[in-house]
């Protein structure tokens, strides 16, 4: 047991450097400060859409009753001259990306005795791909806006006196039922968390996963290299001890770098969250989870990373360097995307019978769906998860156990295309190297 | 005379490939025996074999009377093994790493503190012992291996290359640091390619080509059984079985 911890203390010195814990702090850092800045986002992007930048090329008394009207609702209005010619320039001018042009004739359009719809322009400079660019850019509230306001005036000139009503005689109430619990809200904004969930979520355990592969396996490879792994198998220890110290340690790394990205992600959870009326009915839906499901969903997670631990040290043993171990770390990686990007896309669960199979068939998708499967009530597929990455990592254990028990630890190696004569060493005269 | 290492018809196959074909050869308590040959001749896998590292396929060796293929875990209490080109954990310190490889070998900390100590003593690195060994010249990690090799004062210490790579001065220091503790009664088991190596330390060697052993014996019964000047010209007849 002293050889065991004496192991294990020079893997975790190994292991947890500066240089690892830095990368941690930077990762949490990134979260916080992702979350901040879709929160300034979102922000101004709420800012800017109460400000407009209006061209009113018709410039009429029904036109300038309208812009009023606009004012009066709430909007700040940038208004130009009739003259001019580059609306954007203009909007520019205002620090807005977009301009609105009421073209002349407008008026005349509507008032006349065969009146027809009349279209408003709107200009938006498009200067990125971005999400958050285009943002800013959107005028529909104001076009929703004049469009309520003339159709309110029109309504008036016919003599209609409940203008409101004429204009939306039918409303709706929304309402969202998930796994037997209804709540009203809008399933509009019960997508747009679960997809904020579903994004986020499997990026924190792509990167745990990757993290963990690539420190066991540069672990593994560098004794390899350094022939230091041979004085520790020659040594009066335990076999299993050195594999264990090694798992261990990669695990318990694995598990701060966890909780850091845990915590930085519920500060990026933080910044983005909604209203306490959005999260209360979010609540009634049964989309909340409990304290016992977050440590069973930890379990889950820690169960995942000993699985990439065993599976990298299986692949791990037969680099010969660092080059080839970036190459066996490959398999671990196909592993982990596919069931992430399948989904990200697609609900696993929907999927023909055949293909779901082969999706749950990799032990990293469970982890992708437990939280899915967890607010929806799928507590049974949770489990049978849980129980078949056990068994997963029970069978990787025990081949690792035999490879490291047998000299295949030393002799199992995959050259990677190189030819076999330049692998090994020459054959070279006795005093030559 | 005590044997310390006893090997009886080794042989290790790699799929049909035998690289060592039934070897036997005997070491005695205190002796430098080396193994020469050229590289792939088999002298790496007897010495692996040898240090529990690779199992036989065939035959076996008795270690202090312990079997590798038996008592493998017996073995390596009588053993240590220096690698060819082994480096050591880059981000410990010399002293540290002595320590860790103290205690991996001792249990009782006051005995493994005296390894250390006697490791200090050997390798002269002095105060470079408290630097990080990523530090280190390759001439000082070899004096840091070989101290931790012969720490912990075992039955046979198997050493692949002791000084390949190493200047003039380096190589003659750790050369005259062997042939002490054989001296002291320690057994040294040895693969060099440097036959002036060979000729100043070791007290018996063996001929291997191609997995076989064709002749073991002193330095000097060899050149004169050959009737040639060098260690080369002994090993260029022997494997043409003259």
Redesign the interface.
Known sequence: MKKFAVLLKKELKEMLTLQTLFSFVICAAAFFLLGNFMNSVTETAAENAGKIALIDQDDTPYTRSVIDALKQSGFTVYQGEKTESDPIAFAGKHGRSSAMVIPQGFTQGLMADNAQPQKIKVYDLVTSGAITASLGSMDSAAVEAISRITSDQLLAMQGVKNAELARDPVQTEKYTQVSGHTAQIDSAEVYSFLSSQSMLIPIVVFLLIVFASQMIISAIVNEKNDKTLETLLSAPIQRTSILFSKMIAAGLVSLVNASVFMFGYGGFMNQMDSSDLKGRLLSSLGLQITVPQYVLIGVQLFLTILIALTISILLGSLAEDIKAAQTVVMPVMAMVMIPYFICLFADVNMLPTAAKLLVYAIPFTHTFMAIPNTLFGNQMLFFVGIGYQLVFFIICMVLAVKLFSSDKILTLKINFGKKRAVSGKKRTGLLGK | MEKTLQVCDLKKS?GKKEAVKGISFEVDRGEIFAL?????AGKTTTI?MI?????PTGGDALVSGNSVVEHP?RV??C???????????K??TGIGYLK??A???V?DGQKAQECVDYAVQKCGLGDRLHDKIGSYSRGMIRKLLLSRAVMTRPDLA?LDEPT?GLDILNALEIRRMIKDLAAEGMSFLLSS???LEIEYLSDRVGIIDKGILHVTGTCRELKERYNTHN??EV?EKAVAGA
Not at chain 2, 36 to 40: F, V
């Open positions: 790699y020469i040959g050229p590289n792939g692996r240090a529990t590292l690779l199992g875990e390596r209490q053993i240590t093994y220096l690698p060819d080109e082994a480096g050591a954990y981000t410990m860790f490889m205690d991996l070998f249990r198997i390949s390619h440097n036959m260690l080369e090993f």
